[in-house]
């Protein structure tokens, strides 16, 4: 039996190994790790969760939630975070704020390797890493990104009141990022480079609920220009005709896709093209021991309420594991 706990010093600042029974890590404190381990700690496996950021994940960005099954009044992305985070912790979890670097696998030792150089061993790993917001990758975007550009409506939105804005995107949440942003600023020009928004039907039908919102289809983003301190226009380019056209804003907010936080992962365990993690139905990854569930793996719907389902299989696919 693999005997080992985690914990920090003061002094440095660091992780230290100290000696306690310890067979799971879960990587990422998303919905799918948080609910991962509530059921791994009603299993009795011993469990710590580990978050770079802040437990909750990416519905921490999401104003409201309607859709999430127990609340028909909706509920606040930060709300169901907060609930979750303790639920967790009500069942006894741990959870370290820190970044991963590296997975070293030995036989069945698996050694998660942190940012600060430090160390935990554990016999079970469950990726629930979640993703992140894919960048433009045009000129201007790196230069004016936290003086115009920002990739978070609900962290950045106060800051345009009265303003002019865009926000570039056609899905789910570059809808829902249009219509929370009416609360602040005067004019959004929602931008999607295709001829047709990607989001869902009773979000295109709500759109038509904001004046304040302008459509602007068939248009791609080619920079973002500024006086040296912040933005004020947004050049795009008619896909129809080849024009180019600029629109005179305060702020970009960007809303086109999600990309896997895999990184320290490096092809280690089998992932598709876009470096989505492939799993089978019970979550187990290519390698034994290592599971993966909510946004980081390969799935037809990205949702809280899939995540949570992911995370209770793999949960339950790890103690099976470990108790053989």
Do not use: W
Request: contains cysteine; proline residues 2%.
């Amino acid at each position: 039996m693999n005997i080992y706990s985690i914990i920090y010093c003061e002094k440095t600042n660091k992780i230290q190994e100290v000696k306690m029974e310890r067979k799971l890590v879960i990587i990422g404190a998303g919905p799918a790790g948080l609910t991962a381990g509530i059921y791994a700690l009603s299993f009795k496996i011993n469990t710590i969760v580990i978050e770079k950021a802040f437990p909750g994940g990416n519905i921490l960005l999401t104003e409201r939630i309607v859709n999430y099954p127990g609340f028909p009044e909706g509920i606040s992305g930060q709300e169901l975070a907060e609930n979750m985070k303790n639920q967790y912790l009500g069942f006894g979890g741990q959870i370290i704020t820190g970044e991963v670097k590296d997975i070293i696998i030995e036989e069945e030792r698996k050694i998660v390797k942190m940012v600060d150089g430090s160390e935990i061993k554990t016999d079970a790993i469950i990726i629930a890493s979640g993703s992140s917001r894919k960048k433009l990758n045009v000129e201007g975007e790196k230069e004016y990104t936290g003086r115009g550009v920002s990739y978070c409506a609900i962290c950045d939105g106060f800051f345009f009141k009265g303003k002019k804005i865009a926000v570039i995107g056609g899905g789910n949440s570059a809808l829902e990022e249009a219509i929370y942003l009416t609360k602040y600023a005067d004019r959004c020009y929602l931008i999607h480079r295709r001829d047709s928004f990607r989001a869902s039907a009773y979000l295109q039908e709500e759109l038509k609920k904001y004046p304040a919102i302008t459509p602007v289809l068939s248009r791609v983003v080619r920079r973002i220009e500024g006086d040296g301190q912040k933005v004020h226009t947004l050049v795009i380019e008619n896909k129809n005709t080849g024009e180019i056209e600029k629109i005179s804003i305060d702020g970009v907010f960007i809303s086109i896709g999600q990309k896997p936080n895999v990184e320290f992962i490096d092809g280690k365990i089998e992932q598709n093209p876009a470096g989505y993690i492939i799993t089978d139905y019970k979550m187990e990854t290519s390698v034994k021991g290592i599971f993966a569930c909510g946004d980081v793996i390969k799935k037809s719907l990205y949702q809280i309420i899939t995540a949570c389902g992911e995370g209770a299989t793999a949960a339950n696919a790890a103690e099976k594991y470990l108790s053989h």
